[in-house]
């Protein structure tokens, strides 16, 4: 992620952002950010073997940007957050839908990009649990 930031910080254009980003994401047309195991935080809290639990960092700059032109607070929820945490009854997924987050702004453009954003998140999240 390091190179990627580099690279994407160096653009000196929008059309070179863009391309630079674009061979950075998967086929859902996303990226991975960052991954942070919680759970061996807690583990090593607790001293047992469980929880495991992973918070991802995902999304596509190029999605955040056209929400954010239109809701500028956009940028406090993008890139989106999913947490997967194994529990006694099973594997459970939280994620918090961009177009709920950007409903109260009432602003129909950033909502309908919301949504494609959604639709990705969840296809990938679907995907994920086969």
């Known amino acids: 992620m390091v190179a990627f930031a580099k690279r994407t910080t160096a653009a000196p254009t929008f059309s070179e952002f863009e391309s630079i980003v674009r061979e950075g994401l998967g086929k859902t047309g996303l990226m991975l950010f960052m991954e942070l195991d919680h759970g061996a935080v807690i583990r090593k809290a607790t001293d047992r073997d469980n929880p495991r639990m992973v918070r991802l960092i995902m999304g596509n700059p190029l999605i955040m940007q056209q929400m954010a032109r239109n809701v500028p607070d956009a940028g406090c929820y993008a890139p989106v957050t999913v947490l997967v945490d194994e529990r006694s009854e099973g594997v459970h997924i939280s994620y918090d839908r961009m177009a709920s987050l950007l409903a ?27």
Request: charge should be neutral.
């Open 104 to 130: 109260p702004y009432r602003n129909s453009e950033a909502l309908a990009v919301a949504r494609v954003l959604d639709k990705k998140v969840e296809t990938l999240l679907s995907e994920a649990a086969g």
